[in-house]
T-cell receptor, first 115, second 117 residues
Framework: AQKITQTQPGMFVQEKEAVTLDCTYD???????LFWYKQPSSGEMIFLIY??????QNATEGRYSLNFQKARKSANLVISASQLGDSAMYFC????????????FGAGTRLAVHP | DAGVIQSPRHEVTEMGQEVTLRCKPI?????LFWYRQTMMRGLELLIY????????DSGMPEDRFSAKMPNASFSTLKIQPSEPRDSAVYFC???????????????FGSGTRLTVV
């Protein structure tokens, strides 16, 4: 069965420092993708970054980067130079080619950025 | 594009009443998803459609829940009769069902916060 796990219910980081949010997944499907979404207190779901299983390089989008370790089945999100506005819930989500395009979410990690 | 549009943003209803949540996906997207978010269970996929056809409704909790997609630009999620345990935020999301397009992400609506008293 396809499964995605976020083991950190909460994290905190000092402003301007980097933080890593963990995500592991389990699948036997060779074609899949990992997403990270941000949910601020206002409630909307904001797409941050995507990594495909066949991508040769780790994905980057501005201050967000994905530490993709395929053999270990992990796709950790790295936020560099944290800002107060980064305080939010962060969800790792997983898509696989045999799943008709559906997205499965992890439990989420609440990040607090301290000044 | 206005994004995925959900209505209403907030709904408070009494137990036993019928509730209808609405969603307008992004024009051109051919996949639509309904999710429910609660503190206890996180984000749960309830049902999803490809080209207006329901593909998997195994996440629908009970027969009290039903969803329709009569055309490519509109979907509804109905709860009848509603119960207090249905209180949650309900999200609608849409995407392209194309391997290359999926890296653009799934676009979520702002959600409907449902409270059943």
């Amino acid at each position: 069965a396809q499964k995605i796990t976020q083991t950190q219910p909460g994290m905190f980081v000092q402003e301007k420092e980097a933080v890593t949010l963990d995500c592991t997944y389990d699948t036997s499907d060779p074609s899949y993708g990992l997403f990270w979404y941000k949910q601020p207190s206002s409630g909307e779901m904001i797409f941050l970054i995507y990594q495909g299983s066949y991508d040769q390089q780790n994905a980057t989008e501005g201050r967000y980067s994905l530490n993709f370790q395929k053999a270990r089945k992990s796709a950790n999100l790295v936020i560099s130079a944290s800002q107060l506005g980064d305080s939010a819930m962060y969800f790792c989500a997983f898509w696989f080619s045999g799943g008709y395009n559906k997205l499965i979410f992890g439990a989420g990690t609440r990040l607090a950025v301290h000044p | 594009d206005a994004g995925v549009i959900q209505s209403p943003r907030h709904e408070v209803t009494e137990m036993g009443q019928e509730v209808t949540l609405r969603c307008k996906p992004i024009s051109g997207h051919n996949s639509l998803f309904w999710y429910r978010q609660t503190m206890m269970r996180g984000l749960e996929l309830l049902i999803y459609f490809n080209n207006n056809v329901p593909i998997d409704d195994s996440g629908m909790p009970e027969d009290r829940f039903s969803a329709k997609m009569p055309n490519a630009s509109f979907s509804t999620l109905k709860i009848q009769p509603s119960e207090p345990r249905d209180s949650a935020v309900y999200f609608c999301a849409s995407s392209f069902k194309q391997p290359g397009a999926v890296r653009d992400g799934y676009t979520f609506g702002s959600g409907t916060r449902l409270t059943v008293v």
